[in-house]
């Protein structure tokens, strides 16, 4: 049987040593890549091995790691292809070698069924498939589906955050009350969300990819916050100035967009930052450095959080 293109998305993998993990990633994006996955190089495709959703307690990073670019659906192959090998020449590097797959849209739904559970976060936020009931009704429960947008609370970074959230309510059942947050790169608005129900009076969602976008609105509904949560792209948080600034991105966004988000923390306002490694901790502090006052950095299976407060 003949199967229409559009059923399928392009994913483009590159093995590579750790080292090379973000300019490879730069390479991806600049291509057209939706997203960008790494994997255990040594390893096979099953979704245990990824390290952007990891099984938790499994947060890994390797020495010798694959990078699997995903491509919207109906991409031609050749036009891809071609893409790739422009992005390289752009970037003044040396085309990797690179393999070519398809990959089912029904797989998705599938593994993050299979693969996400209830999850908590600090003493009483919890973070719940919509298809399962929660473990403690009387908790602060977060009802997540993510779609096809980041953010399940199973990896490091998004995790860390949200345990930086839970951690507000061990003294103050409503730590964030009144309290105005932007999350940036929301993906699927879990950190946004939670904040709302720890209080919050406001928070901006931001995103560039309209999926997570699509998915922040539809979870947002889902745990009855829409009216208190402004959803669009960075443009919407300009001029915005807020309590409390979640930036879990990565590295080269976060350096790059150290005006924007200065601007938008108040003073005495808390920033948090993730979506980065380890030795990113340094650069991304002194590139802060002049707004902000850092404290310990916490890190989780080579993920960092970095936590700061705006002069």
Same mark, same amino acid.
């Given at each position: ?31 057209g890549a939706l997203s960008v996955t790494v994997k255990d190089a040594v390893g096979d495709d099953e979704l245990e091995h990824a390290v952007l959703e990891p099984l938790p307690g499994e947060v890994r990073l390797w020495k010798s ?105 061990? /003294?103050? +059942? ?5 309290? =105005? $947050?932007?999350?940036?790169?929301? !993906?699927?608005?879990?950190? %946004? ?54 930036? /879990?991105? +990565? ?5 790059? =967009? $150290?005006?924007?988000?200065?601007? !938008?923390?108040?003073?005495? %306002? ?42």
């Amino acid at each position: 049987m003949n199967e229409s293109a559009q059923e399928f998305w392009l994913e483009a993998r590159v093995e590579a040593p750790d080292t090379d993990v973000a300019e490879l990633e730069d390479w991806f994006f600049a291509a057209g890549a939706l997203s960008v996955t790494v994997k255990d190089a040594v390893g096979d495709d099953e979704l245990e091995h990824a390290v952007l959703e990891p099984l938790p307690g499994e947060v890994r990073l390797w020495k010798s790691v694959s990078l699997v670019g995903l491509f919207d659906k109906g991409s031609g192959e050749q036009v891809t292809v071609e893409a790739l090998k422009q992005s390289a020449l752009d970037a003044g590097m040396v085309c990797p070698e690179f393999q070519i797959g398809r990959l089912r849209d029904q797989v998705w739904e599938r593994t993050w069924m299979e693969s996400f559970k209830p999850m908590r976060f600090g003493h009483q936020l919890w973070i719940c498939p919509t298809a399962m009931e929660p473990p403690d009704a009387s908790a602060i429960n977060i009802r997540l589906d993510p779609g096809m947008a980041f953010g399940t609370g199973t990896h490091a970074t998004t995790a860390q955050c949200l345990e930086w959230l839970g951690e507000q309510t061990v /003294n103050d +059942l409503q730590p964030l009350k009144d309290k =105005l $947050v932007i999350d940036y790169g929301c !993906g699927s608005g879990v950190l %946004g969300i939670a904040a709302l129900l720890l209080g919050a009076k406001h928070v901006w969602a931001v995103d560039i990819d309209e999926q997570a976008l699509l998915a922040t609105r539809e979870n947002a509904v889902t745990n009855n916050v829409q009216e208190r949560l402004s959803i669009g792209q960075p443009e919407l948080i300009h001029g915005v100035v807020a309590d409390i600034v979640l930036a /879990n991105i +990565l590295f080269k966004p976060l350096m790059d =967009l $150290v005006d924007t988000i200065s601007a !938008g923390t108040a003073s005495g %306002g808390s920033l948090i930052l993730s979506g980065i490694l380890e030795n990113q901790i340094e650069p991304l502090s002194m590139r802060y450095t002049d707004a902000f006052d850092f404290t310990a950095a916490r890190a989780s299976g080579g993920w960092a959080l970095m936590s700061a407060t705006r002069r």
